[in-house]
């Protein structure tokens, strides 16, 4: 069984950037063909993907996010880290680490992200 669990601060100033981890359980990140996203889901809207790292390393953005998105791993640990600069209120969501690229199958639970001063 595969797990997800995100972690990093819940409140993050604007102008700042925020970043969080995601640490896999049940399954190696470097696995052939798994796509690792993260995906977010602003209030009162629907999810929006981020971007994903891919089992090779290679990593893939959201367009409409790209100038300011960074997805890197740690094999050693088994997690792989969102950045995202330059915040402001509207990066205020849920952000969420998930398998896959289009279709996902594991989720991790979710973390609440504020962007408030």
């Known amino acids: 069984q595969v797990q997800l669990q995100e972690s990093g601060p819940g409140l993050v100033k604007p102008s700042q950037t925020l970043s969080l981890t995601c640490t896999v359980s049940?399954?190696?990140?470097?696995?052939?063909?798994?796509?690792w996203s993260w995906i977010r889901q602003p209030p009162g809207k629907g999810l929006e993907w981020i971007g994903y790292?891919?089992?090779?390393?290679?990593?893939y953005y959201s367009p409409s996010l790209k100038s300011r998105t960074s997805i890197s791993r740690d094999t050693s640990k088994n997690q792989f880290t969102l950045q995202l600069s330059s915040v402001t209120p509207e990066d205020t969501a849920v952000y969420y680490c998930?398998?896959?690229?289009?279709?996902?199958?594991?989720w991790g639970q979710g973390t609440q992200v504020t962007v408030s001063s």
């Open positions: 998930a398998r896959g690229r289009e279709r996902y199958d594991y």
């Open positions: 049940g399954g190696s990140i470097t696995t052939n063909y798994y796509y």
């Open positions: 790292i891919a089992y090779s390393g290679s990593t």
